[in-house]
Antibody, heavy 120, light 109 residues
Framework: QVQLVQSGRGVVQPGDSLRVSCAASGFTFSAYGMHWVRQAPGKGLEWVAVISYDATNKYYADSVRGRFTISRDNSKNMLYLEMNSLRGEDTAVYYC?????????????WGPGTLVTVSS | EIVLTQSPATLSLSPGERATLSCRASQSVSNYVAWYQQKPGQTPRLLIYDVSTRATGIPARFSGSGSGTYFTLTISSLQPEDFAVYYCQQRSNWPPLFTFGPGTTLDFK
């Protein structure tokens, strides 16, 4: 069965950097696009980024473009989100999620989330 | 950037009633529209994709429709487990950028 296991929570100061990770199993990881979606405490969902199955293409929400980088290692079935110049408004639970089908598709499986807190 | 608005923000109904949730886009979108359900403490669950296709394992009481800038999710007869927050999502044609609506809370009347 599909499993997405995420790294633990992170607490950082404004301006800091942090990498969150997601270990995938139960499906052919290298065949699917993958997403990061975040949810601030008590708020709605915000799509962050998507990466193609082969990592050649990456797309970002305006709110994170230039500060965040999505990447993957298909040899290790791992997805990453490198976050730089973090701000208070980046405080959220970050979910990794699998595309439903090939290409840039909706998300059908989600990880449990990683809480990232940006505070001085 | 396409902005999605959902209405109503909160919908109070009773089990057995019909629920109609709306999602409006700031400009015409392709058929890349999906609906998700999220219950407290849980991750979102894909219900509907490509406007009207039910995801795997989703009961037939859930249906989606719409085109252009206006889309709806209908739950034909509410079950107790359907009370949750519902989000619509769209994907732009190219580049493939995704946007969620702010959500509709469906709660017990």
């Amino acid at each position: 069965q599909v499993q997405l296991v995420q790294s633990g929570r992170g607490v950082v100061q404004p301006g800091d950097s942090l990498r969150v990770s997601c270990a995938a199993s139960g499906f052919t990881f290298s065949a699917y696009g993958m997403h990061w979606v975040r949810q601030a405490p008590g708020k709605g969902l915000e799509w962050v980024a998507v990466i193609s199955y082969d990592a050649t293409n990456k797309y970002y929400a305006d709110s994170v473009r230039g500060r965040f980088t999505i990447s993957r290692d298909n040899s290790k079935n791992m997805l990453y989100l490198e976050m730089n110049s973090l701000r208070g408004e980046d405080t959220a639970v970050y979910y990794c999620a699998k595309s439903r089908a090939g290409g840039y598709n909706y998300t059908d499986y989600w990880g449990p989330g990683t809480l990232v807190t940006v505070s001085s | 950037e396409i902005v999605l608005t959902q209405s109503p923000a909160t919908l109070s109904l009773s089990p057995g009633e019909r629920a109609t949730l709306s999602c409006r886009a700031s400009q015409s979108v392709s058929n890349y529209v999906a609906w998700y359900q999220q219950k407290p403490g849980q991750t979102p669950r894909l219900l509907i994709y490509d406007v009207s296709t039910r995801a795997t394992g989703i009961p037939a009481r859930f249906s989606g429709s719409g085109s252009g800038t206006y889309f709806t999710l209908t739950i034909s007869s509410l079950q107790p487990e359907d009370f949750a927050v519902y989000y619509c999502q769209q994907r732009s044609n190219w580049p493939p950028l995704f946007t969620f609506g702010p959500g509709t809370t469906l709660d017990f009347k």
